[in-house]
């Protein structure tokens, strides 16, 4: 039996795992997919928010305002990739001003550092791409971008190596309290635990069904982006957002963690919780949402579109609480934008949740915070690199030439803890197949690796979920298997 | 360090071509650097015919094609490295590299020839919408999981574009017991050879729908069914022309890019209508020193003029060396005109001419029965006849190196007109 049992390893559920390894306590981590950060945590903005938006009476606010600040340390420890680029608000309308001027006392309201409304003057000096039509902005200085599923391997990496268990491709189907705490069925079999934390993103409705009386529902909500080439660098240095009017939140453009543009999301009810697509009109209107902030994007730089689901809770704010009727449930439900912004301060509110009906926890003296840095090859000195392949042939055999990903770096991030199982796994984690080509170039020797580091055949390897297989079989009268020959030829080196 | 000649980088036609051409002109030290492991480049895929007609007067597969450089490259004892990425390349002409044996490696060399080819354009470059599950390929790369790897990737097929590989993949597939269900092109006009479009399509009976986008992708996990639409002018989907096929892979033959982040690095002056860089006769680019030939200076339709125009650049490069390159001296402008979309070279220097100067052209449109006429500063030097002329097949035109000789020129032009 579990001391604590975590449903959902996204952002918040990795981040909650990562602080719970802190005690002396034996905690599970389960997910229905085959990795971590597979729902809305890999697909979003990747923003950490400076917090003046969220109002200062909502729990979002708070956490937002307390979550941004302890990035720094949590990102440093895991290495994790962090800028604090600062962020704009535009106005486009005189009368909008008034709007900035209310976010700009929430945001003092909650406490938060380097805000600063600006003139269009001032404000085209730190992004001289904006349109001519601007009449103002809102300049917060802590904003920082984050690359979020990094952040969630790494946090799931960090707990695994301080003892948490982690379940992938255990979906919960039920869950029955019983008298010293609860039995939760799952695709593979029954996992028993004292308490039991439901960070089930947009399922968290469902999960406080089985077990609890219903008081919330998550409402899905679709937004759809572009990603451009790193040729498109430049265009913005902060996150620049819109000023909300009542059409809407208006829509971001801002460069990423690894030197991209993202530009999106728009926002779109739906029904079906798993409707990822992305749609011709929705992302026409992304386009002219973003024209209204930024001359000239490059979309001839596009490498790719997608679309993220946000799990907007009926209540409007994040339900981050011990269920009323099911006495060592806590929810942690409804987290939506500024969920990522938010997680690290989640997560010390959960702990200190279970400290207080737990009464009191144990630290764990052995808890160690760091994890082994990652090689980003393509990051090193040329220097560097030279020493890096001498120490170790495999950084010397590039896989993906668009970002310059390594074969060592690949079997370094399929043997780690939380290590990766399929093609968009290792493409989260180290970064083959993001670039221009798009994998191209490096998916068949990506599948290849895999395969041959896991001991499968290639037809064995999936895209991402368990279902996405990539090969249907054979060629006719290929019967050797070539590439895993080869494979094994390098393997010898 | 050792220094070079030559450095090639890459080892597909252009740069075998290149490399081989380079030591027949007197290039001493030569080096080919290949990031795949073995040499032949994307013709170690193509296994199937129609390589070398023009070239060999005979009907080659891509591996045969290859074959017949790679013996002379060895004969000749020329040296290259294997699974060896070029990490940059400097405006001096330092080449850095790694591979597994002997690590980071800088190279410096006399000339570079840029020899990298090009790469697919991909989903994400023209957005397609829908779901982004696994079964959506570049054609290239499934070629290469049935070709190079042994795998299948797919067994009810649409694939979206006409270019050649897309073309020759519908019928690989087919031939490996795929249904190809359909082929859809956004250009009222194919993007490959007519002789791909009888050979690949029409002997096996797979519709083309000209004027057709992929307008929907299903399955969260892996590709269900596409939905195809008929586009207006604008190639904007036209609602209610909607054809949907249950299937499990969608192929993508949507374009070649040149692969120029190497040139850019090194701060070769790239063209926008080609996406390679730009190049004078001797396929110089804007960097003295540094040569270009192949997919990476301009999208060839066969081979064989990939060949063609990589001698040429291995021959000049050899020059270069040996000094007997004239850098200096009578230049003009090459101008595509009416109909034609590009000119490679962009820049003549007579005095290095031989006894033609071949331009390589493509035209924008499909055009029937029309003349190219080529101008000298307005003044019509030469008129061929086209019957058929397609944005799918490269056109050649072959300038008598005399004619640029008689006076000086400025500029020389070519253009598609009237019979």
Known sequence: MYDVTIIGAGIAGCFIARELSRYKLNVALLDRENDVSDGQTKANSAIVHAGYDAHVDTVMGKLNARGNPMFDQVCEELDVPLKRIGSLVLTFEDAELPTLRELYDNGRALGIPGLEILSPTETRRIEPNVVDSIKGSLYAETAGIVGPWELAIALAENAIDNGVELKLNHEVTAIAAFHDGFRISTTQGEVESRYVINAAGLYA????????????????????????????????????????TKAGKGVLVSPTVHGNVIVGPDAENLENREDVRTTGNRLRFVKEMAAKSIKD????????????IRAEPSTKDFIIAESQDAKGFINVAGIKSPGLSSSPAIAEEVVQILDRIAGGLEADPEFDPRRRPLARFAELSDQQKAALVRENPRFGRIVCRCETVTEGELLDVIHRSCGARTVDGVKRRARPGTGRCQGGFCSPRVIEILARELGVDLSEIKKDSERSYILTGRTKGSSAPQALLQGEQHATL | MQHYDV??????PAGLGAAVEAHKNGARNVLVLERDRELGGILQQCIHNGFGLHFFSEDLTGPEYAERFIDELQELGIEFKLNTMVLELTEGKVVKAINTTEGYLEIPARAVVLAMGCRERTRGAIA???????GVFNAGTAQRFLNMEGYMVGKRVVILGSGDIGLIMARRMTLEGAEVLAVAEIMPHSGGLTRNIVQCLEDYDIPLYLKHTVVDVQGRDRVTGVTIAEVDDRTQPIMGTEKHYDCDTLLLSVGLIPENELSRGAGVKIDPATNGPVVNEAMETSIEGIFACGNVVHVHDLADWVTEESQRAGKYAARYVQEQLVEEGKMFETRPGN???????????????????????RVREVFEGKRLVVKADGEVIKRVKRRHMAPGEMEIVKIDSDKLRERPIAELAVSVEEE
């Open chain 2, 128 to 134: 397609i919408p829908g779901y982004r599950p696994a």
């Open chain 2, 339 to 361: 109909g034609i979309g590009y000119i490679v070279p962009h820049y003549v220097r007579v005095s290095n001419l031989d006894e033609q100067l071949p331009l390589y052209m």
């Open chain 2, 7 to 12: 450095v090639v980088l890459g080892a597909g």
């Open chain 1, 205 to 244: 409705d469902k999960i406080n069904n089985m077990v609890a009386k219903p008081f919330f529902e998550i409402n899905p909500k679709r937004g759809q982006y572009f990603l451009l080439d790193k040729n498109a660098d430049g265009l913005v240095n902060t996150v620049v957002f819109q000023c909300p």
């Open chain 1, 297 to 308: 994007i490059p979309y001839h730089y596009n490498i790719t579109t997608f679309a993220g």
